[in-house]
């Protein structure tokens, strides 16, 4: 093999190991990539169910605190048509 040949398959190798870093590097950055908008994802969707449950739970506690409002006041009928709801003036 001549000098000038050895010299080709050296540069040809040295081309060649260049390249698959580079591929190297970018299948890297490509995975970083997917693995940042996977957490950035996961990261939202935990966000918003965090969101849902706070609604949900707020929404529960306004309509238990209407029942409840609405038997008081099913309640205080009732007293008041029996009389002995507590602005009857024979329990004084």
């Known amino acids: 093999m001549s000098s000038n040949q050895s010299f080709n398959a050296g540069a040809t190798k040295g081309h060649a190991q260049a390249k698959t870093q580079e591929w190297v590097e970018s299948a890297k950055g490509t995975a970083q990539s ?53 602005n009857n003036p024979h329990n004084k």
């Open 34 to 86: 997917a693995r940042d908008k996977t957490a950035d994802a996961a990261q939202s969707t935990s966000d918003s169910a965090q969101l849902k449950k706070e609604e949900a739970s707020g929404f529960l506690q306004q309509t238990g605190e209407q029942v409840i409002n609405m038997a008081q006041g099913a309640m205080d009928s009732v007293k008041s048509t029996l009389g002995v709801g507590d």
